[in-house]
T-cell receptor
Framework: GAGVSQSPRYKVAKRGQDVALRCDPISGHVSLFWYQQALGQGPEFLTYFQNEAQLDKSGLPSDRFFAERPEGSVSTLKIQRTQQEDSAVYLC??????????????FGPGTRLTVL | TQLLEQSPQFLSIQEGENLTVYCNSS?????LQWYRQEPGEGPVLLVT?????EVKKLKRLTFQFGDARKDSSLHITAAQPGDTGLYLC??????????FGPGTRLSVLP
C-alpha cells in the first residue's frame, strides 16, 4: 500500500482485557511513532522507533503499555489490563529518516479503542 | 515540558470569509509544523517552518513563524467548505520529538 495502515480500525474491549494494535508503516521508512489522541485533543507522543530500536518510550503512560518493532517494519502497541482512561484513538506515523526537525511524518488512520 | 496552545478552540465561518488561527508557546522551537486532520483520518502535514520570521504560502493558506520561534499563525483566505477540519500545530526541537497543540476545529459553512 502507499500509506501507513493500522488495524483494527475500531476495537472495543472490556476493562481488564489485553489489546494489541498493529501498524504497517510505509515500506522503507526508518522511523515509526505511536501517539495517543483523546477526544477533542491533539496527539500525544507515546514512543519512537528507529528501525527495530526503541529510542524513546518516555510518553508511555504506564507499564501496562508496551510497543515493539522486532524486524524494523511492522509495529505492535500492546495494552495490558485495559482501563477506561485508555479509551482514545491510537495513531501510528512513519518517516523516511530518523527523528528530526524537517522530517515529515505520515500518519495512519488510527485505531479507535473503546474500553467499557 | 514544552506546551503549545492554540486559539481559537472552535471557529465556524461562512464560505468566502478570511480567518487566522494561532499557535503559541512559552518555549522556543527549532521548527513548527501545521497539520490538518479530518474525522476518522490521521493528520496530514501542510507545512514546516524553520526560520524565525519565515512566511510560507500554500495556495490560499499563509503560514508565519514568529521571530522568537515561540509562536505561529495560519491565515486562510476565502475559506471553502473543503477547508473544514482540525488544524494542529506541532513544535519540534533538535533531537526531540514533536509536541502537538490541542488543535483548532474549523467549520466552513456553504
Amino acid at each position: 500500500g502507499a500509506g501507513v495502515s493500522q488495524s483494527p480500525r475500531y476495537k472495543v474491549a472490556k476493562r481488564g482485557q489485553d489489546v494489541a494494535l498493529r501498524c504497517d508503516p510505509i515500506s522503507g521508512h526508518v522511523s515509526l511513532f505511536w501517539y495517543q489522541q483523546a477526544l477533542g485533543q491533539g496527539p500525544e507522543f507515546l514512543t519512537y522507533f528507529q528501525n527495530e530500536a526503541q529510542l524513546d518510550k518516555s510518553g508511555l503512560p504506564s507499564d501496562r503499555f508496551f510497543a515493539e518493532r522486532p524486524e524494523g517494519s511492522v509495529s505492535t502497541l500492546k495494552i495490558q489490563r485495559t482501563q477506561q482512561e485508555d479509551s482514545a484513538v491510537y495513531l501510528c506515523a512513519s518517516s523516511l529518516e530518523g527523528a528530526g526537525v524537517n522530517n515529515e511524518q505520515f500518519f495512519g488512520p488510527g485505531t479507535r479503542l473503546t474500553v467499557l | 515540558t514544552q506546551l503549545l496552545e492554540q486559539s481559537p478552540q472552535f471557529l465556524s465561518i461562512q464560505e468566502g470569509e478570511n480567518l487566522t488561527v494561532y499557535c503559541n508557546s512559552s518555549s522556543v522551537f527549532s521548527s513548527l509544523q501545521w497539520y490538518r486532520q479530518e474525522p476518522g483520518e490521521g493528520p496530514v502535514l501542510l507545512v514546516t517552518v524553520v526560520t524565525g520570521g519565515e512566511v510560507k504560502k500554500l495556495k490560499r493558506l499563509t503560514f508565519q513563524f514568529g521571530d522568537a520561534r515561540k509562536d505561529s499563525s495560519l491565515h486562510i483566505t476565502a475559506a471553502q467548505p473543503g477547508d473544514t477540519g482540525l488544524y494542529l500545530c506541532a513544535g519540534g526541537g533538535y533531537g526531540q520529538n514533536f509536541v502537538f497543540g490541542p488543535g483548532t476545529r474549523l467549520s466552513v459553512l456553504p
